[in-house]
């Protein structure tokens, strides 16, 4: 089940407006590099002990190298995340000819299970029912 949304996520104090996409098929939450570059410019990022190979819900594989911590403002809560980072994950991907954006940010099912984040697919909306901050 997937769900796209506007949400405001901030890396190192900076606040951006992004494009989401809530993927309970995702087993990690995740940015492509491109994407915090260019939302955020200079950002502190950490680098995992060992670079892990995954597979997205696509079946894409990625290498995962690095991560940030985040706020995550959804509908005025607020939620505290680690995004893991992969250079592999592109901005931009051309779908039967024409040019489609990617999502900004993957949210996957253990951050949704943490925060108690719902997908409502009869809306396309994302529900907070869990312990998040209201803001």
Do not use: C, H
Request: net charge negative.
């Amino acid at each position: 089940m997937q769900v796209w949304k506007k949400v405001t996520l901030r890396l190192n104090g900076k606040p951006s407006d992004v494009r989401a996409l809530f993927d309970s098929g995702s087993s990690f939450t995740v940015m492509g590099y491109g994407a915090v570059n260019e939302l955020f410019g200079e950002v502190q990022v950490e680098r995992l002990v060992k670079t892990r190979e995954v597979v997205l819900a696509n079946g894409q594989k990625i290498v995962i190298d690095g991560y940030v911590d985040s706020q995550i403002v959804i509908d005025g809560y607020m939620i505290e995340e680690r995004v893991y980072l992969s250079k592999d994950i592109v901005r931009k991907a051309v779908v039967e000819g024409r040019e489609a954006l990617l999502p900004d940010i993957i949210i996957g099912s253990p951050t949704m299970e943490t925060w108690g984040i719902e997908l409502d697919l009869k809306k396309g909306d994302v529900v907070i029912r869990g312990a998040s901050f209201l803001l």
